[in-house]
């Protein structure tokens, strides 16, 4: 640093940089936190296709007058001291992972839609001196609305820099023997604190608009492939269903609510559980835990089970680390 001339700005001795990044969540659990989060979200192209001269009209008109009141009601049932869940959960995984590298790597954390904010936390990172990145975007199953939009916000903010850090991207892991590995002790876990051993296994993921799987989209082939892989490996059936249907399109079926009702009409007992999602949220603690619940109750079901994500769990983490690592090879 001594050897700098007096007018060169200050240079941070360089480090490996590890992001984590998730979705993102409102600031609060109110109409108008609600609101911008979902202005954010919903404009983003990759995940709503139709074109912008004739989606926001709707947008603007119709969804954002509408429906944060009535999300808000959602996220006020599953909000917690510390904030949305989606967000603590998202902390915690990197705070553990910053424990477990120690100082001399950094772990940081951001979201897509929200804060912290793709490219204020690329910023900080940088200003720490890391000038190699790995970027993590949280989704097993590779999706043009999730993993697609992370990469293309990294790279929009990279390209308002001068000097670039070097960057790489943590790849789907779907069919990664870690993380089969880790949904089968996290699963075996849940199913050994019940009181009743569960008649079917449910593993439901977001859904998608069924068009994006006839335009090539590898959402659905994966979402199937981890269901087989940790079929196998638990030794017995795991049933799939796509929850969290948003619009008027067409999505990817069967639906989850659909199923919960036929199973509860049938008198079959259900573990459900969600292996698209890194961290608990609304569309698993609200959406599953408490409205599938109801939904399978109203029809007739009695027994009912949802099992956690891996969130920050010893599996979970562990799974992340053999990850970041193995892309790290050659960096660390
Ligand atoms: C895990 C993968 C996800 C995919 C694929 C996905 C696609 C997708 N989602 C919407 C619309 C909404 N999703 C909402 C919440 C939400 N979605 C995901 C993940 C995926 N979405 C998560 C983790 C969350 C929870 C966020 C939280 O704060 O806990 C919402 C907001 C809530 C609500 O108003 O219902 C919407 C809207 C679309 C349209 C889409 C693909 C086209
Ligand atoms: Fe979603
Ligand atoms: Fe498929």
Same mark, same amino acid.
């Given at each position: ?34 609101? %911008? ?146 949904? %089968? ?13 569960p008649?079917?296994l ?29 079929s196998e490996?638990l030794g017995r059936p795991v ?94």
């Amino acid at each position: 640093m001594s050897s700098l001339p007096p007018s060169h700005s200050p240079v941070a001795a360089p480090r490996v940089g590890v992001l984590l990044v998730n979705l993102g969540t409102p600031d609060a659990p109110d109409a108008p936190s609600v609101r %911008k989060y979902l202005a954010e979200f919903l404009s983003d192209r990759r995940v709503v296709e139709i074109p912008p001269i004739l989606w926001q009209p709707i947008l603007r008109g119709i969804i954002l007058t509408t429906r944060p009141k009535k999300s808000a009601h959602a996220y006020q049932q599953v909000w917690t001291d510390a904030g949305s869940p989606l967000a603590v959960i998202t902390r915690a995984q990197a705070d553990t992972l910053q424990a477990t590298f120690g100082d001399d790597m950094m772990v940081a954390h951001a979201m897509r839609y929200g804060e912290p904010a793709i490219g204020k936390t690329l910023d900080t990172m940088i200003a720490a001196g890391c000038r190699r990145i790995l970027v993590a975007p949280l989704y097993p199953q590779y999706c043009g609305a999730t993993t697609a939009t992370v990469v293309d916000a990294v790279n929009a903010h990279l390209a308002t820099l001068r000097w670039q850090p070097a960057l790489r991207f943590v790849p789907p892991y779907h069919d990664d023997a870690a993380y089969i590995g880790a949904l %089968k002790t996290s699963i075996e876990a849940g199913l050994a604190t019940l009181d009743f051993v569960p008649d079917v296994l449910l593993a439901s993921f977001h859904g998608m608009p069924e068009r994006t799987l006839h335009l090539g989209d590898p959402y659905h082939c994966q979402c199937r492939k981890t269901a087989r892989l940790l079929s196998e490996a638990l030794g017995r059936p795991v049933d799939v269903a796509f929850q969290s249907r948003f619009g008027r399109a067409k999505w990817l079926e069967p639906a989850t609510d659909a199923v919960l009702t036929d199973l509860g009409k049938a008198g079959q007992s259900v573990a459900i559980f969600a292996p698209g999602f890194a961290a608990d949220c609304l569309e698993t603690l609200e959406e599953l835990a408490i409205r599938g619940k109801e939904q399978f109750t109203i029809a007739g079901g009695t027994q009912f089970a949802y099992l956690p994500c891996l969130n920050d769990g010893a599996p979970g983490q562990k799974m992340l680390e053999t990850l970041i690592r193995r892309e790290l090879a050659g960096w660390l």
